[in-house]
């Protein structure tokens, strides 16, 4: 079992639609979670972060973590073409240190 | 704020040399993460260093060893390359580790034929 799991997609959605990216992780100790979003050829570029059960909210963007079921998501609303990417996900198991472990990403895209 | 700085963008080497990469991280930053991009296996952990001593470690080879100086500023360096070394290699800092979030340079593109 992979320690942090994401559907590879692709995730065809309209624009101005809501997005809905998953993300699971078997590491129950877990403490830190984190969204990167990265463009083709570029380099990942943080999201969002969230420390503690239920939602976190920037901008257009929403991160939800359920730590008794081990998910986490992220939902983008009013979705843009600007928004296709691969978002990957990362969690930090809190064993010291600042060690992340990514997902394989999502690639999502924002159709017209 | 200057970003994370990650010297040279594009390397290309031959099997049998030896790489150093470079990565100047954000001001203030103290902590400075290695990580390996692939296709195959997506993004692998490689080495953090806070404060000048190496506080994690990924399951690489010996062939890949890593410092960071008292600036923060970190190289990384690949010892006899092998084709399977091709990859973007980024360079991450953050405040204080301990759950802070990573911030990415632009990486180094390495090929290696």
């Known amino acids: 079992q992979k320690e942090v799991e994401q559907n590879s997609g692709p995730l065809s959605v309209p624009e101005g639609a809501i997005a809905s990216l998953n993300c699971t992780y078997s590491d129950r100790g877990s403490q830190s979670f984190f969204w990167y979003r990265q463009y083709s050829g570029k380099s990942p570029e943080l999201i969002m972060s969230i420390y503690s059960n239920g939602d976190q909210e920037d901008g257009r963007f929403t991160a939800q973590l359920n730590k008794a079921s081990q998910y986490v998501s992220l939902l983008i609303r009013d979705s843009q073409p600007s928004d296709s990417a691969t978002y990957l996900c990362?969690?930090?198991?809190?064993?010291?240190?600042?060690?992340?472990?990514f997902g394989t990403g999502t690639q999502l895209k924002v159709e017209l | 704020k200057a970003g994370v700085t990650q010297t040279p963008r594009y390397l290309i080497k031959t099997r049998g040399q030896q790489v150093t990469l470079s990565c100047s991280p954000i001001?203030?930053?103290?902590?400075v993460s290695w990580y390996q991009q692939t296709p195959g296996q997506g993004l692998q952990f490689l080495f953090e260093y806070f404060s000048e001593t190496q506080r994690n470690k990924g399951n690489f080879p010996g062939r890949f060893s890593g410092r960071q100086f008292s600036n923060s500023r970190s190289e990384m360096n690949v010892s006899t390359l092998e084709l399977g070394d091709s990859a973007l290699y980024l360079c991450a800092s953050s405040l204080t580790g301990m759950g802070s979030p990573l911030h990415f340079g632009n990486g180094t593109r390495l090929t290696v034929t």
């Open positions: 001001s203030g930053h103290r902590s």
């Open positions: 990362a969690v930090n198991n809190g064993g010291g240190g600042n060690k992340l472990t």
